[in-house]
């Protein structure tokens, strides 16, 4: 069974930057699509980035599009967020996840109907204004 590891979350000051990451257990990671989610508490979880095997293509939902980058490098097992220009509503817990798809793209935020077969434990970022 794939394990995967966040890290790199903390607290940063509103306008900085954060790069969380996400380490597979096993190297079949690099045939899977990895989603970076984020949730409060209370609220649903919500999709923030996505990215394909080969890390050519990748999805972001609105509120992060122009701030945040995925990128992967499957040398390492890893998939990466960078994240720019963070807000205070960017606070939240992060987590990643990996699914075995034909295509990556279709409802690639949707934590529940997209099934995502491994989960990580989630890093929390708080962003203080």
């Known amino acids: 069974q794939v394990q995967l590891v966040e890290s790199g979350g903390g607290s940063v000051q509103a306008t900085g930057s954060l790069r969380i990451s996400c380490v597979a257990s096993e190297g079949t990671f690099s045939r899977d699509c990895v989603g970076w989610f984020r949730q409060v508490a209370g609220k649903e979880r919500e999709g923030v980035a996505g990215i394909s095997p080969s890390g050519y293509y990748k999805y972001y939902g609105e509120p992060v599009k122009g701030r945040f980058t995925v990128s992967r490098d499957n040398a390492k097992n890893t998939v990466y967020l960078l994240m720019n220009n963070l807000r205070p509503e960017d606070s939240a817990m992060y987590y990643c996840?990996?699914?075995?798809?034909?295509?990556?793209?279709?409802?690639?935020?949707?934590?529940?109907?997209?099934?995502?077969?491994?989960w990580g434990q989630g890093t929390q970022v708080t962003v203080d204004s």
């Open positions: 996840a990996a699914a075995r798809k034909s295509s990556c793209s279709y409802q690639w935020d949707s934590p529940v109907t997209y099934n995502y077969r491994y």
